[in-house]
């Protein structure tokens, strides 16, 4: 089991930058993949990047070359560094981490309280 605290929302202009951080604890060297998704007023949760154990990494097309995923595996913390922000990057942010355990054939998908980012124009 795995315990994620997200931090670093807030309100930022157009065109500025944050970066969203989350910090695991509990069976950390268990888990497989973490990433971050985002839920927007009235829009579906959609992935916005991932980064697995091995190192590799996907973003979604509306954020590649704004958007960057790292970790710092000390610290057992993932980042999301956000350039050039938009008005439409305005939602909740989530982190997730996907967990592989014993005999398990699929992982087991835990969340982040969540982290709301608003950017103004």
């Known amino acids: 089991q795995v315990q994620l605290v997200e931090s670093g929302g807030g309100l930022v202009q157009a065109g500025g930058s944050l970066r969203l951080s989350c910090a695991a604890s509990?069976?950390?060297?268990?888990?497989?993949?973490m990433g971050w998704y985002r839920q927007a007023p009235g829009k579906q949760l959609e992935l916005v990047a991932a980064?697995?154990?091995?190192?590799?990494?996907n973003y979604a097309d509306s954020v590649k070359g704004r958007f960057t995923i790292s970790r710092d595996n000390a610290k057992n913390t993932v980042y999301l560094q956000m350039n050039s922000l938009k008005p439409e990057d305005t939602a909740i942010y989530h982190c997730?981490?996907?967990?592989?355990?014993?005999?398990?054939?699929?992982?087991?998908?835990?969340w982040g309280q969540g982290t709301q980012v608003t950017v103004s124009s």
């Open positions: 980064i697995t154990s091995g190192g590799s990494t």
């Open positions: 509990g069976s950390i060297f268990s888990i497989k993949a």
């Open positions: 997730a981490a996907d967990l592989l355990v014993g005999l398990m054939v699929q992982p087991t998908r835990y």
